[in-house]
DNA sequence: GCACACTGGGAAACCGTTTTCCGGGAGGTC
DNA sequence: GACCTCCCGGAAAACGGTTTCCCAGTGTGC
């Protein structure tokens, strides 16, 4: 392995020249050593050793990413997002899945906090589980104290720079426009009650519905994925319009109204959430809240990044996309 | 920021004894001090630098994954998988991409080898450009003489251990089963002809209909993504089967002949590759060729930490899947 | 009772950089 | 010509760990 004093040791300068040739240096060097430097740097192959650099410069240049799952396009666009933005940087990214599970969340802040990240961000949703909350946050705070940047997207629960997405309010307004087109009797399968994106969006929905003095809808606990979706959409009973709490669940929802037979919209409207570019050409075409995933992203890691004094909660408003997934009985 | 000198000084012990407690050692510490470490570190919220350690080790325990989207389930599934089983050997994942730019992937690969990454993977498809192979070779080269580990997922063309899916295999076979299913008149929805995945598919199944005396299919270059399946879907002439080289090509297909009011399969039989878990509820349900992406992912990273003196290439068949986007005409 | 492993603790060298500090020489000013 | 700046090169001290020695103390075997 060529290290940085070969390579002095080849130009015949010190290491103190060769560092500032090869690495950054607000100094400068002869143009006769410099010429040295890079050309013995290059016949032996040199590349420095970032952990040697990290270890001196006291600040490395990687961030870290903790997202659910990688395979689900809704963490995907906003760990895409969060990449271009650090690429632009300059920044190096860790990815972590934590396929769910809080303790392998709190895990991850731990080692990337071992691994001096200058940032971290925590994609994904919080759990309704004050315990856990607090350890991740309790991770969080050692980890801060230490001069890292943290930013969450989803809930406003860590006391750390948020992007936050209006799950809530996008329910909300969904539902009044569902209702817009004469439906009355909904359906909402909602996810997971602990997951607090499933919760919020549930919530947002019933709370919509009731406000407009229309029956309370049937609510459907289950996983928040694409199976999750399937199985629930058994039990909707009587409902002319089902509104699942994300895209990939609705996604599961079409395929069991398809295998029974049952025909959306005419006989059942079927509304998601998140607007996946995956899934843009499913049929029928899937109403929807656009979030701008790719953009969350980018900005959660602006945020981190530029992190001030004061904890910066950003909401981002979802955009009603009404599709062909969705009936008009007016 | 708090050190290991913090938590020995606290614990009244040596640096020695601090780190053989809180960091694995071969070496035994008595349970008096072993106590006394482990209560200062936790007290003082200490964790590990991990860059002193890989600069100490000599080794860090970070992989590197190179892939060209992170949105494109493709690649998000090959990392899935690649990480899955990183995770289960406690390596932590950096994950680079390039936008299909071979420039950056080349960078990447040096970034990595600077990070001391103990393996990087290649999961992308290489393209038809010989320089740019070299240079990439060159710079893997470099990182392997310095120790580093290389696995790549795709063509066989850069001399590292590879896990290569029968793309030229699968078309032939896919080719051949629709051909069995009575359909003559066939075009090819081929991708950018440098890419070599999308070149290797476009020729197994293009020599696969010639061989069976069935006329040449009409071959329509564009973009390996949905939207270059859409444009180049409406230049597929009098075709009764149309075989896009990737499901997302595909799905851009099927999209573009519901627009114009072309049944599929009725009026027209649509077919892809990789069967992206994604895409399954698609309507009409794919035609395609499975590969199984998680598993290649996590073989690759396998085959690099194994990694033993001669180059391993591992093929991996595709298995031929029939849906409803195909029409029998029998 | 004595040589002898063996155990567990500490001092210090080392990993590969960056950066501070020091010094020598060139050039400018009066 | 003396003095003062710059400018640039090198020696050496960090950075935060790991690990090799070395050493004192404690059983053990005969």
Redesign the pocket.
């Known amino acids: 392995?060529?290290?940085?004093?070969?390579?002095?040791k080849q130009a015949?300068?010190?290491?103190?020249?060769?560092?500032?040739?090869?690495?950054?240096?607000?100094?400068?060097?002869?143009?006769?050593?410099?010429a040295r430097v890079e050309l013995a740097a290059d016949e032996l192959g040199?590349?420095?050793?970032s952990?040697?650099?990290t270890?001196?410069?006291?600040a490395s240049n990687v961030i870290g990413i903790v997202v659910h799952d990688l395979t689900d396009p809704y963490f995907a666009a906003l760990a895409d997002g969060a990449m271009r933005a650090a690429s632009g940087e300059g920044l190096l990214v860790m990815v972590g899945t934590t396929h769910r599970d809080p303790e392998q969340e709190i895990a991850y802040v731990a080692t990337l906090h071992?691994q001096r990240v200058r940032a971290v961000l925590l994609a994904g949703s919080r759990v309704a589980d004050e315990r856990i909350t607090a350890r991740l946050a309790g991770e969080l705070v050692k980890y801060q104290a230490s001069g890292g940047r943290v930013a969450c997207v989803g809930q406003d629960l860590l006391g750390v720079d948020t992007v936050a997405p209006a799950n809530y309010e996008g329910a909300a307004a969904l539902a009044r426009s569902l209702a817009g087109l004469g439906h009355t009797r909904f359906a909402v399968l909602a996810g997971p009650p602990h997951l607090m994106t499933a919760a919020d969006r549930c919530a947002g929905f019933v709370t919509a519905i009731k406000e407009l003095g229309l029956p309370e809808p049937r609510v459907v606990a289950g996983p928040f994925d694409r199976d999750g979706g399937y199985a629930a959409a058994r039990q909707t009973g009587d409902a002319t319009c089902v509104f699942a709490v994300n895209d990939v669940m609705a996604v599961g929802a079409l395929a069991a109204y398809r295998e029974h037979g049952i025909r959306v919209p005419q006989d059942v409207s079927v509304a998601g959430f998140d607007d996946i570019a995956t899934l843009r050409d499913q049929v029928p075409a899937l109403t929807t809240v656009r979030l701008p995933l790719k953009d969350m992203g980018a900005r959660a890691l602006e945020l981190a990044l530029s992190g001030g004094e004061s904890v910066v909660v950003e909401h981002v408003a979802g955009e009603v996309v009404l599709r062909e997934s969705v009936a008009d009985l007016r």
Chains 1, 2 share one sequence.
């Open positions: 392995m060529v290290t940085l004093e070969d390579v002095a015949g300068v010190s290491l103190a020249t060769a560092s500032r040739v090869l690495n950054g240096s607000t100094r400068q060097v002869g143009s006769a050593l410099r040199y590349r420095a050793n952990a040697a650099q270890l001196a410069r006291g071992a």
